[in-house]
């Protein structure tokens, strides 16, 4: 498989749940990304992690625990979450030369995410 | 505080017709400026990408220019489709390396 793939593509939890989302990326990046997308907001960037180590915590609530196993998976580790944390999250991928990432990224499908 | 704005937030075209899209930036210390698609439901696609040395990109129908003076960026398509119908979105990425995006352009070109 190709590309950058997310799972699940849709989930349900209530506010006591504990879940996972997990994306992956087939394209030997070395950059990864979480971003949440709410109904009319702009996308807004939540976690960056370059070479397996995060480098950006864009002030997310600690109920949003991300993990970077390795340079091609990407976790968001999720629990006590709001209604309002109710969006699309996306993943995204890109390659970082040195200091800088300034190439196009990559994003997967996204997962739909719903608190009741 | 970069911040990326979209006009308009949704337009409707009849097929076959040239359009533009319009994004701007609040802040000209950018890297680059890059569209992409965005289709229901799904993830984006990237279209064109603009460093900030550039003055314009183009792929097939598609031709996004970039003026960082003025702060502004457009998004050209020709000859319009029904298949083109989605979400258009602007990202500018800042001095940190962050993409910020506008809210998108909504576009539906109708048969």
């Known amino acids: 498989e190709t590309g950058v793939t997310q799972t699940p593509r849709h989930l349900v939890m209530g506010m006591t749940n504990k879940k996972s989302l997990k994306c992956e990326q087939h394209?030997?990046?070395?950059?990864m990304y979480w971003y949440k997308q709410s109904a009319k907001k702009p996308l807004e960037l939540m976690f960056v992690?370059?070479?397996?180590?995060?480098?950006e915590n864009n002030s997310v609530p600690s109920r949003f625990s991300p993990e970077c196993p390795n340079s091609s998976h990407l976790f968001l580790h999720l629990h006590t979450l709001q209604p309002e944390d109710s969006a699309l999250y996306l993943c995204a991928s890109s390659i970082r030369r040195g200091t800088t990432s300034t190439d196009t990224q990559y994003f997967g499908p996204g997962t739909r995410l719903t608190v009741l | 505080k970069q911040e990326v704005t979209q006009i308009p937030a949704a337009l409707s075209v009849p097929e076959g017709e040239n359009l533009v899209l319009n994004c701007s930036f609040t802040?000209?210390?950018?890297?680059?400026l890059q569209w992409f698609r965005q289709d229901p439901g799904k993830g984006l696609t990237s279209l064109l990408l603009?460093?900030?040395?550039?003055r314009e990109q183009t792929s097939g129908r598609l031709n996004a220019s970039l003026d960082k003076s003025s702060g502004r960026s457009t998004l050209y398509i020709a000859a319009s489709q029904p298949g083109d119908s989605a979400t258009y979105l602007c990202a500018a990425m800042d001095s940190s390396y962050k993409l910020i995006f506008g809210s998108g352009t909504r576009l539906l070109v109708r048969p």
């Open positions: 394209l030997g990046h070395n950059a």
């Open positions: 603009i460093q900030s040395s550039q």
């Open positions: 992690y370059n070479f397996k180590e995060q480098t």
């Open positions: 802040d000209s210390a950018i890297y680059n």
